[in-house]
């Protein structure tokens, strides 16, 4: 029988790989029912249909959001932001930040991300047993971005908590607020339905009031700065900016980092293999980001009728492209189930591919992910399970709320 790709319950107990699976070998591209009052959804789980989707634009539009939510066009105005935009208007968004994001450009943080994950690991290492994700996965990227974008330092805990009541909107450990449980209707013109959504707004809202009044060298400044066709930002606009940067820029790479420790207590050789050959650092990064798949889909809408790996799609048709399927199928990768630290080539979907909504922070994340490797390399020589790591309740992140280790140092 069919798994039900809805059920976050399942989710909760590991990604769903051998469904996946069958779903590539029989019917790539298949229609899955989905609870009232949604009206189901295309799943499309093959790599090159993925790759096909995110390229065609005109054809499979971000405009109705890429979550499974239906939003009204009133909700959609509200919390539409650069990744719910299709071009031309996600290419004038787009041109605002890519200076800031390029491979030169962040390669300038490199020190300063040294730095910061040597005295993470100084602090969060324990001799005991300790919850990764706690302790050193969730310090680092939340530093990066505030660095990089040009948030207070004092205000880091309450971002990290609020992303996390986000992200997770459907884990009721994690927000007291839930999606698909509770009635959010007070809060549907808030980033992800939520009360915290809006308490994320307002926080950005008054470091953009400080930067209008005195801009820095920094994102936030470049953005009350841009002008579009000749206009500000609305402040709809830098609302949203905020909240996806904020978001998208932390729990991601967090997951990225905890996964890869999970990895290598589970194939302690790839450790070794890694430790004994620096060389493999680019691919490692590469494997963990294919392996860890911390944003599991991204939603389309099709504008128009098409017809995608055998499946005829009619337009209005909502189409979730499973990023985490596309990482598994063995027509893109040889042995996809198996953890390989020296993979080449790697061309995974954890960014996106092929789209104009390629992950902008996709150098960051990297840079991140690798100097944490590198560094845990110097220091670690091996990683074991202190007890069961715990999944986030969702089926769009690949979190993990708790990675009890112990690590043997050396
Ligand atoms: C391991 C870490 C990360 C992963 C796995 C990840 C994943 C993704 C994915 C899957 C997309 C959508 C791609 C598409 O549909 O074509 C995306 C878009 C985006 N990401 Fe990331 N991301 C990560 C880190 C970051 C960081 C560090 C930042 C910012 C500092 C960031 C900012 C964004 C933004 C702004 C978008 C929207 C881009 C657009 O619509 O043009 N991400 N990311």
New binding site residues.
């Given amino acids: 029988m069919a798994v039900d790709l809805t059920d976050l319950d399942m989710w909760v107990r590991g990604v769903p790989y051998a469904e996946f699976a069958r779903m590539r070998r029989e019917q790539p591209v298949s229609w899955c029912a989905e609870a009232q009052p949604n009206s189901g959804f295309w799943s499309v789980t093959g790599y090159e249909d993925i790759v096909t989707a ?1 390229r065609d634009v005109a054809t499979f539009s ?1 405009s109705r959001g ?1 979550s499974f939510e239906e939003p009204t066009d009133e909700e959609m105005a509200a919390r539409r ?5 299709d071009p031309p208007e ?1 290419t004038k ?2 041109k605002i ?1 890519t200076g800031t ?1 390029s491979q030169r450009a962040v390669a300038v943080y490199q020190q300063f991300v040294d730095g910061l994950t040597e005295q993470v690991l100084d602090e969060g290492l324990a001799d005991g047993p300790f919850d990764f994700v706690d302790a050193v996965a969730k310090e680092v ?1 939340i530093r ?2 505030a660095r ?2 040009g948030l207070p330092e004092s205000n880091l805990g309450q971002f990290i908590d609020l992303g996390d009541r986000l992200i997770a909107n459907t884990d009721p450990d994690l927000t007291d607020v839930v999606w698909g449980r509770d009635d959010t209707d007070a809060y549907r013109l808030y980033p992800f339905r939520s009360p915290y959504g809006k308490q994320l707004w307002d926080l950005g809202r008054e470091i953009v009031r400080e930067r209008l009044a005195a801009p820095r060298d920094d994102l936030l400044s470049k953005l009350v700065l841009a002008r579009v066709d000749g206009d500000a930002l609305s402040e709809v606009d830098l609302d949203n ?1 905020f909240s ?2 904020v978001i ?3 729990e ?2 967090r ?2 980092m905890a996964h890869a420790v999970l990895a290598f207590c589970e194939y302690p050789e790839q450790w070794n293999r890694l430790r004994a050959d620096p060389g493999l650092l680019d691919t490692a990064t590469e494997e963990v ?1 294919r392996w ?4 599991h ?2 939603r ?1 809408t099709a504008a128009a009728g098409a017809e995608l790996g055998g499946a005829t799609i009619r337009a209005g048709d909502k189409v979730v ?1 499973w ?1 985490v399927s596309g990482n598994r199928d063995e027509s893109e990768f040889s042995d996809p189930d198996v953890f390989d630290v020296g993979r080449a080539p790697n061309r995974h ?14 150098h ?3 840079l ?2 690798r100097i944490m490797l590198a560094a845990l390399a110097r220091r670690v020589a091996r990683f074991e399970l202190a007890g069961p790591p715990r999944r986030i309740r969702s089926n769009f992140t690949n979190g993990l709320k708790e990675l009890p280790v112990i690590v043997t140092k050396g």
């Fill in positions: 995110s971000s890429v932001t650069i990744i719910d935009t996600h968004l787009r930040m994001f990227p990066v971005l990089i974008m900016l996806i940067l998208a820029g932390n991601t790479t997951i990225a980001l860890s798949c911390p944003t889909f991204m389309r492209l990023y979907l954890s960014f996106g591919r092929g789209g104009p909504h390629l992950c902008l922070g996709a960051v994340a990297r991140e992910v």
